[in-house]
């Protein structure tokens, strides 16, 4: 337990702060990425104030970090027409690349990209609170990521590099691009999300126009130059500004035949709906999610205190598969609380410097107040705050809450809270349990908490048909990044995983001829003359 004082003083001065954390100077990004050029930005611009505040004779102030351009609907046409040119339909050096140069220019790219790691990691603590061995970990669960989709294709190629031969018709079949990538990465995994779609899209042959998110967009300033150096110009580029001002044009247009978004179901229909041609336009979605955990008369209370607070509290919460809400056992409810306060009340929070620390402030200005309402809209409705300074707050930082009992009249019930609060309903019936997820909107995971083998069995059947995943005795979660990560209604649309977000980014196409000596001796003639890039017995290795 800690006093009011503790929460106050979590801030402190510049002079406090460590030199290893220090940004050596604000970072004023004035250039963004087109056609293969470092352009300048004279115009607006758009001020990243750290989560952190730091404690000054006026009080806490928002630490100042750096600016980014607001660029135009202008500049973000240009961008698109930088991608469509460089694409050419399908014509373009990189999308009629081989797999081979194309992973050569990947795996050049993460070199330079490793050389910039210290940078990337501050700012992934400084924009969005993030702690420095989170950030660290996402850094490097990144570069893994990287390596993992190579290894992915060139198993991938491997397979295509034969040919088949079905009722006297021989055929070679690979993957072929798309087109031009309109990607959208989230605040929460500013890099790492957004590499997961980034990097198979570009690996594919696809061309690409990038839009870091609101929150965590200067850590990507420095790989630009990577992105200019390893890839032909017009394959990547960079749009900044403002998502309504700048986006809608871009979908008006026709001209994105791929939308990858990780972000809310509302904002993907919105775009969805603004394109001209929409049997044209492939969506890669991972969006809203309203995890639960189903913790029964039968689970090991200690285990599901341990991956509650693991699944609810991780990043502050602030995980699209984390456990947004959490159903207990009547009969188990009051010890259950009893230890979940307690383990919430172990965890140590502070600045994202601070070692072991796992509560650390939140990057988005408007959460506390969401949250603050969030629970008083509970409390109104009958629940109450069960752990010792739940809700409590401080600028930028909210201590965890614990509510109880929430019912389906409260907000906690069905909207995604995205943040420190831990809602937690009793129930009598596990029926009532797989019902909330039947009416719920959102169908991501669910985290079952039993040590019955019958229990679990007549919890998964009806649930593997409500959800993507099913967790026994654990916590919701994304990896290992080769299982597949996707969801059902409202959640995802599109599979991610290394190996499903090869083919998620790209289509089956072949090349086929009548089985006869003249069609032999002229597709081996391609072949061995290595004349075409797509026609290829090669084999990566």
Excluded at 126 to 138: F, H, L, N, P, T
Excluded at 282 to 298: F, H, V, Y
Excluded at 522 to 531: A, K
Aim: hydrophobic share 40%.
């Amino acid at each position: 337990m800690f006093s009011k004082n503790q929460l106050d003083s979590i801030f402190v001065a510049e002079n406090q702060i460590p030199e290893a954390f220090k940004l050596s100077e604000e970072i004023h990004q004035r250039e963004y990425l087109t056609n293969g050029e470092m352009r300048a930005w004279n115009g607006e611009v758009h001020e990243v104030l750290s989560p952190v505040c730091i404690r000054t004779e006026k009080g806490l102030e928002r630490k100042l970090i750096g600016t980014y351009p607001l660029c135009s609907e202008k500049e973000a046409d240009e961008a698109l027409q930088a991608a469509v040119a460089a694409y050419n339909n399908g014509r373009g050096e990189w999308p009629t690349m081989s797999v081979a140069d194309r992973i050569h220019c990947v795996e050049q790219f993460t070199h330079k990209i490793i050389e910039k790691k210290a940078i990337v990691v501050k700012l992934l603590m400084w924009e969005i609170g993030k702690s420095y061995a989170d950030s660290v970990k996402e850094f490097d669960r990144t570069v893994e990521y990287i390596y993992a989709t190579i290894d992915a294709l060139k198993d991938l190629d491997r397979q295509s590099s034969k040919f088949s031969i079905e009722q006297g018709i021989v055929a070679q079949i690979r993957r072929s691009p798309l087109g031009v990538v309109l990607c959208m990465g989230p605040f929460n995994y500013p890099l790492n999300e957004t590499f997961t779609t980034l990097i198979p899209a570009l690996i594919m042959g696809n061309t690409l126009l990038f839009k870091p998110p609101k929150h965590g967009t200067l850590l990507h300033y420095p790989l630009l130059e990577a992105f200019r150096d390893c890839f032909p110009k017009g394959v990547v580029n960079t749009i900044y500004g403002r998502g309504n001002k700048i986006i809608p044009d871009l979908m008006k247009s026709g001209q994105i035949n791929v939308l990858t978004l990780i972000g809310s179901s509302k904002v993907a229909n919105e775009l969805k709906k603004l394109h001209p041609k929409v049997n044209r336009l492939r969506a890669i979605l991972g969006l809203d999610a309203k995890n639960a955990a189903i913790i029964t008369a039968k689970a090991d209370i200690n285990l599901a205190v341990q991956e509650t607070v693991l699944g609810s509290l991780s990043f502050n919460g602030q995980r699209c598969t984390a456990l947004k809400i959490v159903f207990i056992h009547r009969s188990l409810a009051d010890v259950f609380l009893k230890e979940l306060s307690a383990a919430v009340a172990e965890l140590k929070f502070g600045m994202p410097w601070e070692t072991g620390v796992s509560l650390t402030p939140l990057p988005e200005p408007q959460k506390p107040a969401y949250l603050k309402d969030c629970i008083a809209d509970a409390v109104a409705k009958g629940a109450k705050i069960v752990n010792d300074n739940g809700g409590d707050s401080c600028e930028s930082f909210v201590y965890p809450a614990i509510v109880y009992p929430v019912n389906k009249h409260m907000k906690l019930y069905t909207e995604e809270q995205f943040g420190p609060v831990i809602p937690v309903v009793p129930f009598d019936d596990l029926e009532e349990t797989i019902q909330y997820l039947i009416d719920s909107t959102h169908g991501q995971q669910v985290s079952i908490f039993s040590n019955d083998d019958e229990e679990i069995a007549a919890l998964i059947d009806p649930l593997v048909n409500q959800v993507s995943r099913v967790n026994i005795n654990c916590q919701c979660q994304r990896g290992p990044d080769v299982f597949p990560f996707t969801g059902r209604k409202d959640s995802a649309e599109g599979t991610l995983s290394v190996i499903d977000a090869l083919r998620s980014f790209s289509i089956r196409s072949l090349v086929a001829t009548k089985l006869n000596e003249s069609n032999k001796h002229l597709i081996n003639e391609i072949v061995d003359s290595n004349s075409s890039n797509f026609l290829s017995t090669k084999y990566l290795f």
